[in-house]
């Protein structure tokens, strides 16, 4: 009896050592030396009945029955002392029958012992690895389908394990879902179980006991079973809570014995260590082992570490073996990357514990450079290959596993550029390689697969490229089920499985989106390389197959058949993962169980000069300079430690870059900065986001030129084919010839600029063989796109609609049963690829992401393995005779489309997880002209103002969708379904129609008003009635009167005729100077949206509070477009605008004019616009200082005319009020400016001066008279008026002055002759001047309708203060007597005073002197005089009821119309600010307007305070456009509708009769017996057919009129109106004190809609749960595609429903949102707040807060602080302590107004951020917001902008923003310019503050998504 002492561990390592040990055992006689030592002993006793001792434990050996299952090769020739205890611990349990639980950290350590002991106990295992997908059948019985029938395998491990009396090892407890286990529960109690095919286990003891009574053959058929005697169950499993996963049932827990089994003692793993490393140092190791367990301690998992795999540090101990020269440092970082998934505190406590440990990287310590070279090792080591690699300056060459191909002699350099950083990272893999399997962390495209791929190449290996998708099963990863051709149903190995055998190198790709429960089921692979298959087949690793081999004498066949295969020792896995997100507790994937499992590689992002390198190399003739720029915009985004920068660098990956520099190298013209924005999708982006990029493209000097702009829209955009090339755009691309017509889409398209646009950037990339992705909202078009795009190129597409339900089994293949067999249909993406079509994907945000990743493997390396087991691969070399592969087709192309990410559409961020591997197009609505162009042809009959209405409508919804202030985004698809209507319907209005859109937000009024507000403001009259006329009241005008005549003094007299003398000169002209046009964007409202009036359209120019408006002027009529010009004199500018479009300019003339010269100067500008050649261009005229200048609107050049070089005197200024004669004034004439030349007069002065511009000359004309006025009545004739006597006079000069004639000119009195002499003598006295005169004649019908007869003659039609309307018939071309007819007033204008009781009219504050600007305006197409009266001026009884108070208006209207004999007043409203300056003011005008003709019926009219509106007073043209609106509104005239059915009655007609009339008038349809029936035949009655007539007995009538619908009872509305009131009076507690008052008033003005935005509800819902996930294993529901198999053989659990998942064992509570509101309560904010209402702003910011974020408490956490002078941390909210209700809440703002009306001075912004910052990042929170509101004072305390830049980003996890709601000045611009990108907002109003809360929440989506 011979007895074998296995080993003791023990001693320094070392051959050597372990031989002197032996040496001296033998001597002294093991026992003794065991005994002495205290160790324990295993005994192995060799004979008939062998035993097993351990220590003082013996066990009786039996003879295995299948020693195949007996683990081999566990067992090591030095046991450490610890594990010989457990050992021992289990032997015990083993003895007394006990089943044991052995319980520790992640980490191989707890199956090695079990195995251990079982190779030492020699018996039998039975291994499951539980995993979430394990399920009861998996533990029990499964149903196999033999021969037709179904049958019960014991194919479980569980049940061979009972019944053969086998151990079973259950790994994974926690993984298991938590209803799985019980099942065991009798089992490892009593030993019994019943099974699902009718049989009963039943325990050893009670089996014997029945034997003694029954014999076997009873037994079996009662179908009772014995339970061996031998059965046990070894269980491993990780404490939870510790560790994540399911905690233990306590029935189970209670049935099992536990032993922790903790990572080796200190001791006997430096031991070990030592024995791996002998070139090492032992103080080297033993650092590195005390930094490790340092890690493991409890004080360093407190900090939230996860534990050090220290099961990995042999692993890093051998490869520092081969490279003692090698940085620990560095090969920690592969055991730990913790630079990747630790925040800021844990890799300092990191840095800590090496430099505790003298771990740190010094000099001496080289990092690999790079490989030298590869050669594969021939002697009697098949795969393997020698691997040199340099290090430092030392070449160490050391072998390692080598694939199954021929290994790669040259570096391919094709697709794969070796850069430094990639040879280091190869060198680092290979020698990883050496000892584990390895995963590559690397953001998304930079580069994981190629490097896995080039290092699969080097060393020979065959790819299996496996892509893992969140809901994949450990069935997907291991084996799958399928039948047999005769209906038997089978297991398919997966290709993981098949790589094992085969030799290969696995890729798992995204291994951070599988759960980690089903992730388990591979740790024995990768830690033992062995492995338990469902059908029960057993994977071994080389050395124990060859083992086992051995020791059984048996072959591979025999080996087979018991299902028993080697692992090929060339089997490596690489897995491929995105980096976790840092400080998420979702995302965070990298835990202690996956650290054990390989060798982490961070993949860095390339350097910008290696990713040059690769640029270059890879697309050698790109423009460099862009790729200089491109690359310092990325490497610049990536460096920031902004989350938003952040998201855009991972839009820029490689990948990314590399694709914008391939298609620079093909159309080297294209724009950077549209590549980069196309990139980023970033019409897409969150505003915060898009500013941030923009703000960085600008830093990189990436712009888009003016001329780019340009170049694209004069570009030609057509599509064309000719000769089978089709070219769209710039781009061609010959046509496929395509034998499946049927497939190739068509589809109604409608050719428009910006789509072709679209399709040719689409072409491009397809041209460069890219898969496209449509980003786009719904209804833009995005389908239509494709079709079209498809139908040019002539393409067959297959079509894939996505929804929440898509599997990946559903993406690539339909299972379908036929015969009891499982066959699967192609699905449209595999058709496509097996024929070359283009596969269109639709809807691709709809289906979860981790279904659409399967796309990634097809793109990327173009290799897919479907689910029945074939795959696409894609080039024939790969196929090698292999059956089951496809091969891609190479026309095969993919076209995505997907809405925008983020909210309405809720669906998943598609763009997000795989936007970089398709190029990205944006998809956006029709430009205006391009939509206009698009809907002229879906609606050729609508008329185009109505088109263009929709589209500048719809064009205003869409920017307040981008904005957030709307939620849902209008698009073409709604605009052309209402043209569509108008197109078949013209009768039904505009207004109806738009309604069959917006009635689905009918229900949410703030949305109600915004859309209404927005479709009135363009004109579209929804909700008005065609009823609402307001047009002004018509008076009556008083009859006309024959006033006598006016006569020309002949020029017999000598002194009559008077000759005037002229000289010319040339004008000195002074400049340019080159002024500043600046551009304002003009908010244009409709005038005639509700109701129909005299207003066009209405707008505001943004005017200073003080500026005063002093001329109004327009082009001429003859222009097609007229343009406004408005100039205004404190400070003097000129504004100018086309009334038609959207935006304005002015030009600032501060400069030239200052305010105040000398005392007090009032300039006054008036403003002559010039004709062509000098369109654009006019002049101004300064009155006082008579400056005339000359400014170019196109470019802003001003150039001063001198007009009288040698009376250049200026003006004495004396102060106005002062001097006691008025000061007289230069005038100009502008009456044919047009024709660019004018006339300057000084008032009371003798000479006129004409200037004509083009010419460059005045002609001065010296006169014998003193001026007060001059109107140019013609071109060649003017009317003078004499100052004083208001006498007339006419001057003539010819039109083309002769030369010797040219000095003369002709002037002759008129004298005005009343009719009648004899009755009150009309004397010189009374003659009055005119205020308007026209300057050419009424057409003869005008003139015959005024004066009552039919006449024609040239005549002339003027206005004065006595009477509205003056005709001079003959006047000016007739010599003779002309005829005067007037319309007199009842009282003269200037007689009236403004009554006291008026104090908006300024008028009576004049002193003397009229006004400058007199108002008045002949419009002669339409016959009529329009002045602007003062209210005091206007009859106001006569227009208003007695009951109703006239409106506040800045004057009316008074327009005197000579056809119609009438007179109408109409209100001009006021404007909403008026200049302080009245005096002023009333200089300018009685009334607070100014006039001004446009074109040839229409008005402008601007009031003071800049407020424009267009009016359209001409009876004809009012007419026609009330017609207009009516059509616009549509004819809902309350007539009834009838319906009407066309029945053929196939009977024919008899003579036609009245019919019987039914008393009872029932309807009748059909027959001919009634009168009044419907749809019959001879009677009379409606819709029939030979009846005699129609009579209507009044059925079927439905509609009620529009005036009864309105009648809602005054009473109920006031009811309604009552219970409002009361509700408010409740809601707000009142006190009455001044204060509360004041709040409350305020408070009450807030505007609702700012309280409820749509923002904030944005903000709400973002907060929404996730979606309902599938339930897998359910009795109930869907049918399971994966389990159809399972269904086959009559489970029962085959169904999948919707359900909320659980959540992830370990995973931690969703927490809720936190949000910190940092208040500025300071003095300043009371001091400034009357003048730009900040504290009322801030008041208004907390309340909102505050109603927003009422019952979304658990979703938001949110409290209010305040700072100011008093100090940084003033409490107002507490988050526990949110107030309820309005009058809690008015407490709060109560004290947030008392505490700034009495704090101390001072600021404390900054501590106050700081704090905020610091506090709430303590507590526990799903995300973090500081929301600071401020306003700009911080540079008055010296605080500098860039110290609070660095506080509010002093925190990365939580978002601190600044809102600066107070500015003098423009500090707040100055301020925010200095601020990081996208951290400031500017609020001045507070409806801006839900816009940017929203901006800020949904800026962190971007980051965290």
């Known amino acids: 009896m011979q007895s074998r002492v296995l080993c003791l561990g023990g001693g320094a390592g070392g051959p050597a050592v372990r031989r002197v040990r032996l040496l001296l055992r033998q001597v002294l006689g093991g026992g003794a030396a065991a005994a002495r030592s205290g160790r324990l002993e295993i005994r192995a006793l060799h004979g008939s009945g062998d035993t097993v001792t351990i220590g003082d434990v013996s066990f009786k050996l039996k003879t295995p029955k299948n020693p195949e299952l007996v683990p081999q090769n566990y067992m090591t020739d030095s046991l450490a002392q610890s594990v010989v205890h457990h050992l ?955 006033m006598g005549y006016w006569k020309v003094n002949q020029p017999g007299n000598a002194q009559q005729k008077l000759l005037c003398p002229t000289e010319t000169q040339k004008i000195d002209v002074k400049g340019p100077v080159y002024l500043n046009i600046q551009g304002f964007p003009l908010e244009r409202h409709e005038a005639r949206s509700l109701s129909f009036t005299e207003e066009l359209a209405f707008w505001t120019l943004p005017l200073g509070e003080v500026n005063l408006v002093c001329d109004v002027t327009v082009t001429k009529e003859e222009e097609a477009e007229n343009v406004l010009y408005v100039t205004t ?180 009195a008129l004298s005005e002759e009343p009719a009648d002499m004899g009755f009150g003598l009309t004397t010189v006295s009374e003659l009055c001047m005119p205020h308007a005169v026209s300057s050419d004649q009424l057409s003869s019908e005008n003139l015959s309708a005024a004066v009552g007869q039919k006449i024609s003659s040239p005549n002339r039609i003027f206005s004065d203060e006595h009477n509205y309307a003056t005709i001079v018939i003959g006047f000016p071309d007739l010599l003779s007597p002309s005829e005067v007819y007037s319309w007199k007033r009842n009282s003269s204008l200037s007689g009236k005073r403004a009554s006291p009781s008026d104090p908006f009219y300024y008028g009576a504050r004049r002193k003397t002197g009229a006004a400058k600007q007199t108002n008045c305006v002949t419009l002669l197409a339409s016959n009529q005089i329009v002045r602007i009266l003062a209210p005091g001026d206007v009859p106001l009884k006569d227009i208003y009821p007695k009951d109703v108070t006239p409106p506040q208006a800045a004057g009316y209207l008074e327009v005197t119309d000579l056809n119609s004999k009438k007179i109408k007043y109409i209100a001009i409203p006021r404007s909403q600010s008026l200049s302080p300056y009245t005096s002023w003011l009333s200089k300018i005008s009685d009334a607070d307007a100014l006039l001004a003709p446009l074109g040839k019926v229409g008005l402008v009219s601007v009031d003071m305070g800049g407020g424009v509106r267009l009016w359209e007073t001409g009876l004809d043209s009012l007419q026609q456009s009330l017609q207009d609106w009516r059509n616009m509104i549509g004819q809902e005239d309350g007539r009834p509708v009838q319906i009407t059915i066309q029945r053929d009655s196939g009977l024919d007609v008899s003579s036609p009769k009245h019919g019987k009339v039914d008393p009872d008038n029932m309807p009748h349809v059909g027959g001919n017996t009634w009168a009044g029936g419907t749809g019959g035949r001879d009677t009379a009655g409606l819709g029939g057919k030979g009846g005699p007539y129609r009579l209507d007995a009044g059925h079927r009538v439905y509609q009620i009129s529009q005036a009864e619908k309105d009648a809602v009872p005054e009473e109920v509305k006031r009811a309604a109106r009552e219970m409002g009131e009361k509700a408010f009076k409740q809601r707000l507690d009142m006190r009455k004190n001044v204060f509360t008052e004041r709040v409350v008033k305020h408070w009450k003005r807030l505007p609702r809609e700012v309280v409820e935005s749509p923002s904030l509800e944005v903000f709400k819902r973002h907060a929404k749960g996730k979606e309902r996930q599938w339930l897998r294993h359910q009795a109930v529901g869907e049918l399971d595609d994966a389990k159809i198999i399972d269904g086959l053989t009559g489970e029962k659990a085959i169904y999948k429903r919707r359900g909320e998942l659980e959540p992830q064992p370990g995973s931690p509570q969703q927490k809720p949102k936190r949000l910190r509101l940092v208040v500025d309560v300071s003095g300043s904010m009371y001091r400034f707040n009357g003048v730009d209402g900040r504290l009322e702003r801030s008041m208004e910011a907390v309340c909102m807060v505050m109603e927003a974020f009422e019952n979304y408490e658990h979703k938001f956490k949110y409290d209010i602080v305040g700072h100011s002078g008093d100090g940084f941390d003033i409490a107002l909210v507490g988050s526990d302590k949110v107030p309820k209700n309005n009058k809690q809440r008015l407490e709060i703002l109560k004290i947030m107004h008392a505490h700034a009306q009495f704090c101390m001075s001072g600021d404390h912004t900054l501590e106050g951020t700081e704090h905020a910052i610091r506090e709430i990042a303590k507590e526990e929170a799903d995300e973090y917001f500081v929301i600071v509101l401020s306003d700009a004072n911080l540079e008055r305390y010296g605080i500098q902008p860039s110290r609070f830049a660095q506080v509010l980003t002093t925190n990365a996890q939580v978002n601190a923003f600044a809102i600066f709601i107070g500015s003098l000045g423009n500090q707040a611009d100055r301020l925010q310019r200095t601020l990081p990108a996208g951290r400031s907002f500017i609020a001045m109003d507070t409806k801006e503050i839900p816009q940017i809360l929203q901006q800020i929440f949904t800026s962190t989506m971007l980051s965290s998504a």
């Open 88 to 1042: 021992r611990w289990i032997m015990q349990k083993d003895l007394l029958g006990q089943d044991v639980f052995l319980i520790g950290p992640p980490g191989p350590l707890r199956r090695s012992i079990a195995m251990q002991y079982l190779e030492l106990t020699k018996r039998e295992v039975e291994y499951i690895a539980l995993s979430r997908d394990t399920t009861e059948t998996d533990l029990k019985q499964r149903r196999e389908i033999r021969d037709g029938s179904a049958f019960y395998l014991d194919q479980a491990s569980c049940i061979r394990a009972a019944t053969e009396g086998r151990i079973l090892v259950l790994e994974g407890l926690e993984k298991a879902e938590r209803n799985v286990l019980p099942v065991l529960n009798n089992l490892l109690e009593n030993r019994e179980m019943q099974l699902e095919d009718g049989r009963f286990l039943m325990s050893a003891e009670r089996y014997d006991k029945l034997l003694q009574d029954h014999t076997k053959s009873e037994l079996d058929s009662w179908k009772i079973v014995r339970v061996s005697e031998d059965f046990r169950v070894i269980a491993l499993g990780l404490p939870v809570p510790k560790y994540s996963g399911n905690p233990l049932d306590p029935p189970l827990r209670s049935r099992f014995q536990a032993r922790d089994v903790y990572h080796l003692p200190f001791k006997d793993h430096l031991q070990l260590l030592y024995s791996i490393g002998s070139n090492i140092s032992t103080e080297r190791i033993s650092q590195l082992l005390s930094f490790a367990t340092t890690l493991c301690s409890q004080e360093s998992s407190a900090l939230g570490l996860p534990d050090f795999p220290l099961d990995s540090l042999s692993a890093a101990v051998q490869i520092l073996d081969s490279f003692p020269m090698m940085s620990v440092q560095h090969v920690i970082d592969w055991l730990y990357p913790y630079n990747v998934f630790l925040g800021k505190e844990g890799r300092t406590a990191v840095k800590d514990a090496l430099k505790r440990f003298e771990l740190q990287d010094s000099e001496s310590h080289l990092l690999p450079r790079r490989i030298t070279k590869v050669e594969s090792v021939h002697r009697n080591k098949p795969f393997k290959a020698d691997v040199t690699v340099q290090i430092g300056e030392k070449e160490v060459t050391f072998q390692v596993p080598a694939g199954t191909g021929l290994l790669k002699k040259r570096p391919r350099s094709d697709t794969f550029v070796r850069t430094s950083s990639h040879n280091q990272l190869l060198a680092e893999m290979m020698q990883s390689h050496m000892v584990k399997d390895m995963c590559l962390i690397g953001g998304k495209g930079c580069g994981k697969t190629v490097i896995a791929k080039e290092f699969a190449d080097m060393l020979g290996y065959n790819i299996e490229p496996i892509m893992l998708y969140q809901d994949m099963t450990a069935r997907d990863l291991l084996q799958q089920r399928y039948t047999l051709p005769n209906g038997d149903t089978a297991w398919r190995p997966s290709p993981l499985v098949t790589a094992a055998l085969e030799g290969k190198l696995v890729i798992l790709d995204g291994i951070h989106r599988i759960n980690p429960g089903t992730l388990a089921v591979l740790q024995r692979l990768i830690h033992d390389r062995e492995l338990t298959l469902y059908d029960g087949t057993r994977l071994l690793r080389e050395d124990r197959y060859q083992n086992l081999k051995e020791e059984l004498q048996i072959s591979d066949e025999k080996l087979q058949e018991r299902s028993i295969f080697p692992i090929h020792p060339s089997f490596r896995i690489v897995v491929l993962a995105e980096p976790p997100v840092i400080g998420s507790s979702t995302q965070q994937w990298l835990g202690p169980e996956f650290l054990t499992l390989f060798l982490f590689h961070n993949v860095r992002s390339l350097s910008k000069s290696e990713e040059i390198e690769v640029i270059k190399e890879m697309i050698p003739n790109v423009p460099s300079v862009a790729v200089e720029q491109l690359l310092s915009l990325t490497h610049k985004l990536r460096e920031t430690n902004d989350a938003t920068a952040q998201s855009l660098a991972s839009s820029l990956s490689t990948r990314q870059l590399l694709r914008i520099c391939r298609r620079l190298s093909q159309h080297p013209d294209e724009n950077l900065y549209y590549a980069v924005n196309k990139a980023c999708l970033s019409r897409f982006l969150p505003n915060l986001a898009r500013s941030a990029l923009h703000k960085n493209l600008q830093d990189s000097r990436i712009e888009r030129s003016p001329d780019d702009v340009k170049k694209l829209e004069e570009k030609d955009y057509t599509c064309e084919i000719n000769n089978g090339i089709l070219k769209i755009g710039s781009v061609t691309m010959p046509i496929y010839n395509s034998t499946e017509k049927m497939k190739v889409p068509d589809v109604l398209f409608y050719e428009n600029a910006q789509h072709t646009m679209v399709m040719e950037d689409m072409l491009k990339d397809f041209l460069l063989g890219e898969h496209l992705l449509l980003v786009g909202n719904q209804g833009v078009g995005k389908n239509k796109i494709v079709d079209r795009f498809l139908h040019l190129l002539n393409r067959p597409r297959e079509y894939l609609q996505l929804h929440r339900d898509t599997t990946v089994q559903s993406l690539t293949l339909q299972p379908s049963v036929k015969d009891g067999l499982i066959i699967y249909e192609d699905s449209p993406l595999v058709k496509a690829v097996k024929f070359g079509h283009i596969l269109v994907i639709d809807e691709a945000d709809k289906a979860p992401t981790n279904v659409t990743c399967v796309l990634k493997t097809l793109v990327e390396s173009g290799e897919m393995v479907l689910s029945d087991g074939r795959r696409i691969v894609a080039n024939h070399a790969h196929v090698e005779g292999r059956e089951n592969v496809i091969v891609i087709h190479p026309d095969f192309r993919m076209i995505v489309l997907a809405n925008r990410p983020g909210f309405p559409f809720l669906g998943n961020d598609f763009f997000g997880t795989l936007g970089d591997i398709f190029s990205c197009h944006a998809v956006d609505n029709p430009k205006p002209q391009s939509e206009l162009a698009m809907l002229k042809q879906y609606g050729p009959d609508v008329p185009e103002p109505i088109l263009q209405k929709l589209v500048a409508a719809f064009g205003e919804l869409r920017t307040l969708a981008d904005q957030g202030i709307i939620n849902y985004p209008y698009s073409t698809r709604e605009v052309v379904n209402i043209v569509k209507h108008l197109q078949k319907f013209p009768t039904e209005g505009l207004a109806n129609v738009v309604r069959n859109v917006f009635d689905f937000d009918s229900y949410n009024n703030e949305m109600r008003e915004i859309l209404i507000s927005t479709l009135h403001k363009y004109g579209i009259p929804i909700g008005a009635k065609p009823t609402n006329v307001q047009l002004a009241k018509e008076l009556p005008l008083p009859d006309h009167k024959f």
């Open 1129 to 1308: 004199c404190n400070p003097v500018s000129l504004y100018f605008m086309n009334v038609s479009s959207k935006s304005g300019y002015f030009v600032d003339f501060y400069d030239l004019f200052p305010r105040t010269v000398g005392n007090v100067w009032q300039p006054f500008v008036t403003v002559a616009v010039l004709g062509n050649p000098l369109k654009g261009q006019v002049v101004l005229h300064e009155e006082e200082s008579n400056v005339v200048l000359l400014l170019d609107t196109n470019n802003g050049a001003l150039r001063r005319l001198l007009l009288l070089p040698d009376a250049q005197e200026s003006p004495k200024r004396t102060s106005w009020w002062s001097s006691k004669e008025e000061m007289s004034n230069y005038k100009m004439c502008r009456e044919f400016s047009h024709k660019n030349w004018l006339v300057f007069y000084k008032e009371a002065g003798n000479r006129l001066i004409v200037l004509d511009v083009l010419e460059g000359q005045t002609h001065t004309i010296s006169l014998p008279i003193n001026l007060k006025s001059v109107f140019l009545v013609a071109e060649d004739r003017w009317l003078l008026v004499e100052n004083e006597t208001n006498q007339k006079f006419l001057l003539t000069k010819r039109a083309h002055v002769e030369a010797e004639d040219s000095a003369v000119c002709q002037l002759y």
